[in-house]
DNA sequence: ATGGTCAACGTGCCGG
DNA sequence: CCGGCACGTTGACCAT
């Protein structure tokens, strides 16, 4: 009998890496559901088992021989293979097949875990430029919202200045007319002995 | 125990 | 139709 693990490995291969019940749809071919196999050091470091695919002469299909092995284990990648990919990333964010293949065989990954990493790369990438747009975002608003507020308080300001002869808002254009603004509208309004006011622009 | 990270996956969309 | 990509998701691994 099997341990625990083994048996859980079981449901992890029925049910492909994530557990994922995939929904109906197309499925890709060439993508199977278990393209890579993993197995942990003593020290618990992952050893891509490709590595040893790439040396193996083994002819039948490694895939189905790992699906026996057991759940595959999260690779880690090396220093050197991020890094390099890394560099990649800076000089192009997306690769063409030619450079994918390149960079595979430089870092003795397969093709599809370049491309995987690209793919989570770029991802990585827009979140964290998300999160940078979001915060600039904040920003602007927290500083409209000051500049609103600073405005707002100079209106009420000028609304309590008492509009009168002596106030700088009531200019006399004549013996009988005089400029002032309506405290209660802001609009600049032309008074005439008389009564007859004129209102002459809105300030609002 | 738990939350974060990340390789790997399934699916849908789009352009050639 | 096919390949490539974005997006959302999963689970192994790791730090705390």
Redesign the pocket.
């Known amino acids: 009998m099997e341990d625990a693990e083994e048996c859980?490995t079981g449901l992890?291969l029925g049910?492909?890496?994530?557990?994922?019940?995939?929904?109906?749809?197309?499925?890709?071919?060439?993508?199977?559901?278990?393209?890579?196999a993993?197995e942990?050091c003593p020290k618990?470091?992952?050893i891509?088992l490709n590595h040893d695919k790439v040396e193996s002469t083994d002819s039948d299909n490694s895939n189905t021989n790992n699906n026996n092995k057991g759940?595959?284990?999260?690779?880690?990648?090396s220093k050197d293979q991020?890094s390099m990919l890394e560099n990649s990333f800076k000089l192009h964010?997306?690769?063409?097949?030619v450079q994918?293949q390149a960079l595979a065989d430089q870092l003795n990954?397969?093709t599809?875990?370049v491309?995987?990493?690209?793919?989570?790369?770029?991802?990585?990438t827009?979140l964290k430029q998300t999160e940078v747009d979001r915060e600039w975002l904040k920003k602007q608003c927290q500083n409209l919202s000051d500049e609103n507020k600073r405005l707002k308080k100079e209106l009420q300001e000028l609304r309590a200045l008492k509009v009168g002869p002596s106030s700088p808002l009531c200019i006399q254009l004549s013996k009988t007319a005089t400029l002032t603004m309506c405290s209660s509208c802001d609009k600049l309004v032309k008074l005439n002995e008389g009564n007859n006011n004129i209102g002459l622009e809105g300030t609002n």
Request: glycine share 8%; net charge positive.
């Open positions: 859980i992890c049910l492909g890496m994530g557990g994922y019940v995939p929904k109906k749809g197309k499925q890709k071919e060439n993508r199977p559901v278990l393209d890579l993993f942990l618990g470091e992952a891509n759940c595959r284990k999260k690779l880690r990648l991020s964010t997306t690769l063409n097949p994918k990954l397969t599809r875990q491309e995987v990493w690209f793919q989570n790369r770029r991802a990585r827009k």
